[in-house]
């Protein structure tokens, strides 16, 4: 089988990473249908040290610095991550690297049977996420890695990675996202991610608000799980910014670090305090790991599409915010990072986010200037939907219906030393990546058909 082949084969499953899939269908999340299919392929998410990381902002660049601290420390990490940016070969990586087109297409074709038996007994169809968590664990099996760090799909309870058996758990920082799955309130949010929490398994949080707090510590005492707090047991200093990374110190009970990460943002040294302290329960479960391959781990990090310097001049920034809760961060850095700049903002939204509430963190930067947009995604909320609510607040708005359009407007009016800011969706951040970087993206025609599907109302 062809990559393209395997590709379009697997964009024919029921995909609820997209709200339009095949009429009179709706999702159903429990773990029924993935349990069955990774029974039958004899539970390859089973044997291997496994870091299991759920939470609504941080979650994957969390992920990635624990992946890349391992293989430093020569464990030939599997990495399990969500959505992906410019091809699905990102979301399976092995040692770093991407998953070959030819794994990828031979895993395809050799679970396509099993996964079409499972899907034809008792169980309803296995969804493409559910297969791809199935590829994934299957491949790191086959390649013998020596650790494995999966990235929570969404919420945690019922998300198609709550299989593993891990050996220590990661809950990053929480905010109303998916409600129309997760619950509308933060305590439902956090009963959610709490369950991926296993009995005595360690698990260290990131700072939360005091309601998602008191639900994680009440799971945790249910669970006999040691609760680690980033912000409490662990702290750190910040050093020196700059477009290039920063640096920082985390200090712990048992250690003290000097960090250089790659990565923008206060968020992320709330972020690395998570993933130091993972690391530290790895080591204390028996994991090799020394001080020379965490400091290298961290300053090899790489996430793109996080406030991520894609031109200097002008300079022009993407980032992948994409709910309330992220959109503050964003904030947040940008007015650290640099105060003053006139910012020119480009935003494109998913259809099923909550506009109103993004829009309104996002006004207080404040933009100079509003470009609205929208990737080639189908749910993308139309430009002037966007448009509109940010007319609450300014007349200053551009409609521009292609993001390279958005971008060639904003160099435009950009002045020495103003800030082109591109965010509202991750799929925006990487279509600007795409088009500032060259990069030839994959495009699935199936995207075209589901965008005329109109979702069930059931």
């Not at 990490?77 to 070959?100: A, D, K, M, N, Y």
Request: aromatic share 6%.
């Amino acid at each position: 089988m062809k990559y393209l082949t395997a590709i379009d084969q697997i964009m024919g499953m029921v995909d609820y990473e997209r709200p339009s899939t095949i009429p009179g269908t709706r999702a159903r999340y429990d773990l029924e249908r993935i349990g069955a299919l990774l029974a039958a392929l004899d539970g390859p998410q089973l044997g291997t040290p496994t870091i299991h990381i759920a939470g609504t902002k941080g979650k994957g660049s969390t992920a990635a610095m624990v992946a890349s601290v391992l293989n430093a420390a020569d464990y030939r990490t599997g990495l399990f991550t969500s959505p992906h940016l410019h091809t699905f070969r990102e979301r399976i990586r092995v040692g770093g690297q991407l998953i070959t087109e030819e794994d990828f297409a031979s895993l395809v074709e050799e679970l396509w049977p099993t996964m079409e038996v499972v899907s034809q007994t008792e169980h309803s169809r296995v969804t493409l996420f559910e297969f791809l968590t199935a590829m994934a664990f299957y491949h790191f099996r086959e390649q013998e890695t020596g650790a494995q760090v999966i990235e929570v799909g969404m919420g945690g309870r019922l998300d198609s990675t709550n299989v593993v058996q891990p050996m220590a758990c990661g809950i990053t920082s929480l905010g109303l996202d998916h409600t129309e799955v997760l619950g509308d309130t933060i305590e439902e949010i956090a009963a959610e991610k709490a369950g991926i929490i296993k009995p005595g398994v360690p698990v260290v949080c990131a700072p939360q608000r005091p309601n998602a707090l008191t639900v994680l510590q009440g799971v945790c005492r249910q669970q006999g799980s040691q609760l680690v707090l980033a912000g409490e047991d662990i702290r750190w200093h910040e050093e020196e910014s700059s477009l290039d990374g920063q640096t920082f110190t985390l200090d712990t009970a048992s250690n003290h670090y000097h960090m250089q990460i790659p990565l923008l943002g206060k968020h992320q040294m709330e972020n690395a305090a998570v993933a130091i302290g993972i690391i530290e329960a790895l080591i204390e479960a028996g994991m090799k790991i020394d001080d020379g391959s965490i400091e290298e781990g961290f300053r090899h990090v790489e996430w793109p599409c996080r406030l991520e310097v894609l031109s200097k001049r002008p300079l022009l920034i993407a980032d992948g915010a994409h709910n309330p809760h992220s959109a503050a961060r964003l904030v947040e850095s940008v007015k650290a990072l640099f105060p003053g700049r006139r910012v020119l903002l480009i935003v494109g939204v998913s259809g099923n986010k909550d506009l109103e509430g993004l829009v309104g963190e996002l006004k207080l930067l404040p933009p100079a200037k509003v470009i609205t947009t929208h990737s080639r995604h189908p749910r993308a909320t139309p430009p002037r939907g966007v448009a509109s609510e940010f007319r609450r607040y300014t007349d200053k708005v551009r409609i521009t219906d292609t993001i390279s359009q958005a971008l060639d407007m904003a160099r435009d009016m950009a002045a020495e030393g103003d800030l082109i800011l591109i965010t509202g969706s991750l799929f925006v951040a990487a279509e600007a990546r795409e088009h500032m970087k060259g990069i030839t993206p994959e495009i699935y025609p199936v995207f075209d058909a589901q965008a005329t599907i109109t979702p069930p109302n059931s």
